[in-house]
């Protein structure tokens, strides 16, 4: 949120495609969203990413409306999947565009659902749980991850070292989840999953700079809890309708 420079329609896209996955995904007792980092351009009004400094296409003097935009949808995906499922999680992970503006999207969810009993949200206890941390479901397991800090076979080594009962248990399916590159990427570590998922956006600067072709889409994966991976919903965002480029 804030990237391409505050598109007043993207929003709108969000939603579209909120609301159409939400629509044509299997039923299930149980959803799971994960924001895997970068939900906002940019750290703060200066436009820049906090390590390296690098300039962002974000608007850099709206940063408060920003950042309640990104509150808003993620309180739409959250009403929406309430809507349809008996159980709620939501899982965000830092990302190097908002490595700590993210906390105040978080915080907010926290506020507003917090008398919801059918809602969980992930709330990190410790610097470490801020991360790493896995979810599992039965014989699946996922962990969730910016992407940033290291590679996937890193990201594995401590998926076994950090979490060796839950990675045991989820004989069924595991799943490394990653965003950070903006492009989709899936590739077998073993017994491992891992999936590198797109952007929303189509591309920025950056990514024009380094070819990272983004088809703009969200996704659903439906996971048995005894069987595995079973099937994903794929749900293009509506400028790729309109005729926009990725």
Same mark, same amino acid.
């Given at each position: =949120?804030?990237?391409?420079?505050?598109?007043?329609?993207?929003?709108?896209?969000?939603?579209?495609?909120?609301?159409?996955?939400?629509?044509? @995904?299997?039923?299930?007792?149980?959803?799971?969203?994960?924001?895997?980092?970068?939900?906002?351009?940019?750290?703060?009004?200066?436009?820049?990413?906090?390590?390296?400094?690098?300039?962002?296409?974000? =608007?850099?003097?709206?940063?408060?409306?920003?950042?309640?935009?990104?509150?808003?949808?993620?309180?739409?995906?959250?009403?929406?999947?309430?809507?349809?499922?008996?159980?709620?999680?939501?899982?965000?992970?830092?990302?190097?565009?908002?490595?700590?503006?993210?906390?105040?999207?978080? =915080?907010?969810?926290?506020?507003?659902?917090?008398?919801?009993?059918?809602?969980?949200?992930?709330?990190?206890?410790?610097?470490?749980?801020?991360?790493?941390?896995?979810?599992? &479901?039965?014989?699946?397991?996922?962990?969730?991850?910016?992407?940033?800090?290291?590679?996937?076979? @890193?990201?594995?080594?401590?998926?076994?070292?950090?979490?060796?009962?839950?990675?045991?248990?989820?004989?069924?399916?595991?799943?490394?989840?990653?965003?950070?590159?903006?492009?989709? @990427?899936?590739?077998?570590?073993? @017994?491992?999953?891992?999936?590198?998922?797109?952007?929303?956006?189509?591309?920025?600067? &950056?990514?024009?700079?380094?070819?990272?072709?983004?088809?703009?889409?969200?996704?659903?994966?439906?996971?048995?809890?005894?069987?595995?991976?079973?099937?994903?919903?794929?749900?293009?965002?509506?400028?790729?309708?309109?005729?926009?480029?990725?």
């Amino acid at each position: =949120i804030g990237g391409d420079y505050g598109d007043p329609q993207l929003s709108e896209d969000f939603k579209y495609t909120i609301d159409d996955l939400v629509r044509r @995904m299997p039923k299930a007792k149980r959803a799971v969203l994960f924001e895997l980092g970068d939900l906002l351009d940019a750290n703060d009004h200066k436009g820049a990413t906090p390590a390296s400094g690098n300039p962002t296409d974000s =608007i850099r003097d709206n940063h408060l409306g920003n950042t309640l935009e990104a509150l808003r949808l993620m309180k739409h995906a959250t009403y929406r999947l309430l809507q349809t499922h008996e159980e709620v999680e939501i899982y965000m992970c830092r990302g190097n565009h908002d490595e700590t503006s993210y906390f105040a999207v978080l =915080i907010g969810l926290v506020e507003h659902f917090k008398d919801n009993p059918r809602l969980k949200i992930h709330l990190p206890r410790t610097p470490e749980e801020e991360e790493f941390f896995v979810v599992t &479901w039965g014989e699946c397991a996922c962990l969730p991850n910016h992407g940033d800090k290291c590679k996937p076979e @890193m990201l594995k080594e401590i998926f076994t070292d950090e979490f060796p009962d839950e990675y045991a248990a989820a004989k069924a399916f595991r799943l490394i989840a990653t965003g950070h590159f903006h492009k989709l @990427m899936v590739q077998s570590l073993g @017994m491992t999953e891992h999936r590198q998922f797109g952007t929303l956006h189509k591309r920025n600067r &950056w990514a024009r700079q380094k070819f990272a072709p983004s088809r703009g889409q969200m996704s659903v994966l439906t996971v048995h809890k005894t069987i595995g991976l079973q099937d994903e919903t794929i749900s293009p965002i509506k400028t790729e309708l309109r005729g926009k480029s990725a």
